[in-house]
């Protein structure tokens, strides 16, 4: 990027009118992911924590935009936040990767609480610009809530917590003591008791902030557990909505940072790839099997596009009259929700991996980075065993099985 405060030195973002539609909003991600592509590759291997980048999300107005037109947010739809994900991730898959969940937790209120409880949380968020960050692993052992008068406490640990240095709240997750009661609730990330480890080390999405979190009494009203009443919690299905919502994330960034892959092989195939010299070619581009290979690669990735576009909107409209939601058009939206998960995941790997075939042993060099694609994509779609997605569409198509909720379907 170009400059360290996380603003481009030709782009004063804060003195620009906001984009009006959802295509103007897309092409503003366009813009940004053009200011994060200059320097992804260093960022990449810096792994420093990403303040400047995130400053960037916020200064050009992309944390907003499900938030309310009244309060300052864009008041876009999710197909819209799913595109922008993948523009911002065909540049910085980590930086997709922390933009895509500070779209779910944004929301989560929303899929969770009480209208009085989502109408506040993004009437501030929206308002003040909040980057938010979850400690929500649900792999790891829960995070023990209790009651003390009017005050929930949360205490424990989780391995991942996405966004967490750089969040301006996170979302908390845990069970009420004694009970099977689960409680959501949004804290400030410099809560006391909230504290972030500086231990994310992997290969990939290395700029995520995804280390672990340990909840030491962390202390927030009872007021601000979503979803409760009198301290009773008012379920409806569409509270179970977050899991395709969040997978559909998934997908986005796979997608984004497969088109980068192949974007920016294109780009080293045309100016720094030698053509094979016993194939009769003056040029790379001319080589046969390097045509076929971006003829392949491309009609795979548009293929996967215009389907995660099509569940995308199949699911805008469950999100359009949640109440009307029903435990059949969820399970048969995240049966469509697998079938693109899966398929994403297949074509992002195969793209990422395949580049090489087509730009060169040169172009295995550290200086290139495009490694940085592979690992990302190979680290991320470990989240949940794709074997899984298929299986739920499977049975769905075999039986008519419907996939019941759980933290993973």
Do not use: C
């Amino acid at each position: 990027m170009s400059s360290t405060d996380g603003t481009d030195a030709h782009t004063d973002w804060t003195t620009r009118p906001a984009p009006a539609t959802a295509e103007d909003w897309i092409a503003r991600a366009t813009e940004v992911a053009a200011v994060l592509a200059t320097d992804a590759a260093a960022r990449d291997r810096a792994g420093a924590t990403p303040y400047a980048e995130v400053r960037l999300l916020k200064d050009s107005g992309l944390v907003t935009l499900l938030g309310p037109v009244e309060h300052g947010g864009a008041g876009q739809d999710w197909p819209t936040a799913y595109r922008v994900v993948r523009e911002i991730a065909k540049a910085d898959g980590s930086i997709g990767q922390l933009l895509g969940y500070h779209y779910l937790w944004f929301w989560a209120a929303r899929l969770v609480g009480t209208r009085e409880q989502w109408e506040h949380v993004e009437a501030e968020a929206s308002r003040d610009r909040w980057f938010f960050g979850g400690a929500v692993n649900p792999r790891d052992k829960d995070v023990i809530v209790t009651e003390d008068g009017d005050d929930l406490v949360f205490t424990g640990r989780k391995s991942f917590s996405t966004g967490s240095r750089v969040s301006d709240v996170t979302v908390l997750e845990g069970v009420l003591e004694g009970t099977e009661k689960h409680v959501f609730a949004i804290v400030p990330s410099d809560s006391e008791g909230l504290t972030f480890h500086d231990d994310w080390d992997n290969i990939g999405q290395r700029l995520t902030e995804s280390g672990g979190v340990t909840l030491d009494g962390v202390r927030t009203p009872w007021s601000s557990a979503a979803g409760y009443v009198d301290k009773e919690f008012r379920p409806r299905v569409y509270n179970t909505l977050n899991v395709p919502a969040i997978q559909l994330v998934f997908v986005s960034f796979y997608l984004g940072i497969a088109a980068g892959a192949l974007d920016t092989a294109l780009t080293y195939t045309g100016t720094k790839s030698r053509p094979w010299l016993h194939g009769g070619h003056e040029r790379a581009v001319d080589e046969p099997y390097v045509i076929d290979t971006y003829g392949d690669l491309t009609a795979k990735l548009w293929a996967v596009e215009a389907l995660a576009d099509a569940v995308a909107a199949e699911g805008q409209k469950l999100h359009d009259d949640p109440d009307a939601v029903t435990a059949r058009t969820r399970g048969e939206f995240e049966v469509r929700v697998a079938a693109v998960k899966a398929r994403a995941t297949e074509v992002a790997l195969e793209i990422t991996s395949r580049i090489f075939e087509v730009t060169g042993a040169r172009a295995t060099a550290t200086a290139e980075g495009l490694d940085r694609f592979w690992r990302n994509v190979r680290t991320h779609t470990l989240h949940d065993p794709v074997a899984y997605k298929r299986r739920e569409v499977g049975r769905w198509v075999l039986e008519g099985e419907l996939p019941e909720p759980t933290w993973y379907s």
